[in-house]
Every structure is written in structure tokens, then in C-alpha cells.
């Protein structure tokens, strides 16, 4: 595959782009948490349509009452059919196509937006949306008619437009995946971190989101680079930077640095700690690190953030 | 009629000592859903005072009762609903009840699935409890969704605490939209920091000690800032900039309510009632409770002796 034919999607209005060109009924939301229509989007003299390959930078769920199309995610072509739930996970190198549209639904959210609004850490509570291979699911009537009603309820809220419309939406959002889990992954526990799995990706992001709980819970107070992160799997560092950049589309530091832009912003919201903890807790050497690192990567500096954030 | 003083403050507890029903459902502590118009409840009905550490969340769809807490008391009519307060005084009686249904959970119950409390959803600022009637299509929403909770609580999903957490926070968010419908109210007064949630959260956790007699000092900024391990003067700052209340408005408002419920609902002596708060000489209680209220604590209780008699010979 060449490079140039991969495209990353980090702005709302590009994903409008791919997913259909239009903004209306059709896909409602924001850059955070949007919903599709996808029989509004693909109107039948324009199918069959395709996406090209992309990366996206937030999760989505595809959730097909009655359609016909192809997915690939990382390489592994799917049949989409009648009755299939598939979740994708950020970073994944997908490409959709529709050959029949009836009926499809899709949602698309950000990590940051179920943390916010709901106060969920995907890590604790939906562990496999973040470490498993998402194989499509098969849904029954029963559960179609759950998640639809659930659906309905997220469009009307979306546009209600309420005060609350954030929260109700996120608050919707843990119910539709509370579903999911309960019926697919009951009982499902992460690994602990000392178990080798063959996929280094999955490892690296396990290692780090253990990290990073550990030090949201002040239970660690020091930061680990990629070099860390490839001893702890018993790889060179230039070898996990090259699998990260060629699976994710981004580097080991900028996956870290991303994780430690919402480690920050939590933080940050919390006002138990000085700005000065904050960036020892993170592993700056100096305050000034911290801020230059912080402004330019959210257009704040901490102190306005937090300003902000207790307005 | 005086209901019996209690300082029982769990659940099941509660349920147990009014001889009610404890359903094998009711498997924990932290969460609970009655119907109560099933329980066999014989009406009139008189509840004993108590001190639940949990909030009440009732749904009435018919129904008439009344709901005392602390020193409001709330009356409650069908297609009303109600949410009120742990850490407070309770009782509650029923003169009629068709269908009305209760959730009681706990704070741990709320902090584990909703990290930041009931605040961030719910603005019960300093009031014990909100009440409010509903329209009829917001009503059969709740309904809907109360049976929807019951039929989780007794099912054996795994993750059944998580749905009807879930369900829960969506009912306060509706509460919280009809509120600001009512009250014309924007997004706006209190602000919200960890702080000032823990700083609540122990000086309801002093009062509880005080009463139950475990403690015998009423805890001031001082004793607070040292708990949390802050300065004094940054605790009164921050507590005063989010909530527009001092600590000490905070706590005196608190220790004048807990006061007043038990001078007007209980047969406690002045001087029982002076010690259990810390007051070292009556003369001291009394001149606290008349700064305060402008009102000597003995003719609120022989007011409302007065008052209360009235009504029931009214009746």
C-alpha cells in the first residue's frame, strides 16, 4: 500500500466529507459526538459509493439494520449484512463501501467526550473497545430493537438541543454500549500487563493506558518514553516506533504526548493540585515545559484552562 | 403525632424496622427500588424519623403524602416527583397511595458510576431536597423508566449496578431540564471543585458523628482545612467563590436545621438537644439560635405544638 493513499481524519468536517459530503439530517453532531444516517447520506443513484482509506481519530460504531457493503479494517475484509454491529477503535486504517442502503445507522464519539460528559474512563469500563480486534457482531431482533429505541432517543435529544445535550447524549451513549458489553463481552477482564501478547501494538496501548491509570490514581508520579515502553516488551525502540507509525499512522511520542494532553486537562479540572504538581506529576522538569507543551498543543495556557473550565 | 426518633441510616435497616417487606432483590446497600403501593403499607401511615445516608429519589404517580426533611417539608401530590438529601433528618407519612414508586442509592453507589456526584447533575445547592410535578408526558417517561430499573433490579445481568446507574443519571437529567423549564433558570450559579464536594461531604459526616453521639465537637474552618490538608484561608476561598456561602454560613445553616427538626419533631430536651451539637452552656445555645433565627428555640417548639394541634383538630 503507498503512503500517499492514506488520509487521516482529525477535523468533524472532513469526516462529513468521507462519510457523505453533506451536513444535515443526515449527520447531526459535533467533532466530539455525531450521529449518522446513512440511508439519508447514500441516496440510491449513488450507490454503490465508497470511502477511500482512512484513519480515524475517534471511535465509531456502525450498527446495520438492513445493508449491503464492505468494510476493511486493517487489511481484513468484511461482508457487511443485515442484523451487524461492528465498533472501530481510533487509529484504524478502515475503508467503507455500500452496494445497498435500506437501513444503517452510525455514531461516532471521542474518548474525551464519554470521559467528560459521562465521568467513564473507557479503560475501566468498556476495556474492549481499547484492546480488542473488532470482529463484526451479529445482532438479534430483540437486541435491534433496543438499540434503535436507544437511537431514537440520541437523534431527538441531538436535536432538542437542550442545556444538557452533552450530558443526555453521553448519558445515552453508556447505555447503547452498556448493551453491547452485556451481551457480547460479559465478563470480560483486561490482562494484566506482564502477559506478552504477540500484538505489539495492543501491548504498547495496554502498557500505556495501565501507566497512565496508575498515574491519574497518583499511584506512579513519573512519566515513560517510548524507550521505556519498548523494554517493558523486550523490543528495540526504533523497532516499536517503526510498527507504531506503520499501524497507527502516528509515532510512539505523539501517541504519549496525546495521552499526556488528557492526563493534563483532567488534571487541570481538578483544582486539588498546583499547576506545579501537575507538571512534576507528568514528568516536566521545569513549569515552563509544562506550559509551553500545554499551549501549544490546546491553544491555552494551563492557567486560563483552568480558568476557563471553573467559569 | 411525634414520629419515633431513630439514627438508623441504612437501607434495609430502615425497611426492617418498619416492618416492611425486605425483598431478596434488595441485594446490597447502595441501591434499592421499591413499589411501595405493593408493600402492604396500611394508611394513614406514620414513618419514624430517620437518618439515611442515601438519597430518595420517589416517583408519585398517585399519591398523597408528605416528606419532612430537615426543616422543609414538602407535600406531595400525584404526578409528583421529589429528590432529596442523605445526611438530614427524614420522615415521611401517606394518606394515600395508588402508585409510587422509591429508588434510595447512596453517595458510593452515585461516585462510582458518576464520578463527580450528584451536583454536577443535580443542583440541590443547600436545600434538603426539590420537588416538583411533572406534565403528563414527562411523567409517563419517568414511569417507564422506573419500571425499566425495577425489572434490571431484579434480573441477574452482570452488569445490571451499571444500567440502572445509567438509568438513574437519566431521570436527574430530566429533573434537572424541568427545573430549569420552572425556573427559567440558565446554566449557570454553582461551580463545581473537588474541594468543595469533600469539604460537604465531611461536615455532613460530623453532623451524622454529633448525632449518633460519636463526636462531641462541632468541627469549624479550622478542623476542615486540616482535614483536607489545605490552608485555611485557601479552603474559605474556594468554598465562598463556588458556592456565594462561607464555611461558616455553611455550617450554621446546617446546625440551625438540624436544630429545628428536632425541636419541632422530636421530644428532646433543650438540653439534650444543646449538648449533642457541642454547646459547653445552654445560655450559649440559646443566644447562638436567637442570633440566628431571631427566634428563641423554645416558642418554635411550643409554635409549632400549637400549630400542629390545630391541624389535627381540624381534621
Redesign the interface.
Known sequence: MENDKKQKFTDFYETVKIMGNELSDGHIGNEEFSFVNSKILHREHELPWSTPLFYTTFFSIGFVIDAYGKIIVDKLPFNIKPGMLFVNKPGELQQLTWDVMNESYGLCFTENFISKYA??SIYK?FPFLLFERQIPLHTTMEMQEELKKILLQIVYELKRD???KN??CA??L??FL?RI??EYW??YAIHSPEIRDPDIVKNFIQNMEYHYDQLLKGKVSHILHIKDYAKMQQLHENYLSSVLKEKTGKTGGQLIAEKTLNAAKFLIA???FSIKEISYMLGFSYLSYFSIFFKKHTGHSPVDYRKKN?? | MIPQLTTLSNFKDCIAYMNLPVYKYLDNDDFGILKVHEMGISLPFQSPTFRPLFYTFTIVTRGIGTYIIGNDTFELRSNHVIITRPDAFFASSWTQMDKVYNITFNKNFLTE????GID??FELGAKNGYSCSLPQETMDYFEKTCLEIYNTAVST???KD??MA??I??LL?FL??QK?NTENL??QSE?H???VTAFRQNMENNFNKLVSGENVTLMRTKEHANLLNINENYLSK?VSS?TNKTVNEWINEKLIDEIKYLLKHSDKSMKEIAKMFGFKNLNYFYSYFKTKTQNAPGSIRKEYNHYSQEQSSFF
Open positions: 465521568g467513564i469500563t437542550s442545556p444538557l450530558k443526555i448519558n445515552l453508556t447505555r452498556l458489553k452485556q460479559e465478563g481538578d483544582s486539588r471553573l467559569q | 458510576y458518576l464520578p463527580e454536577d447533575i445481568l452482570s452488569c451499571e444500567f445509567n438509568l443519571i437519566n437529567f434537572q431540564l430549569y440558565k446554566n461551580k471543585s473537588p474541594i474556594v463556588c
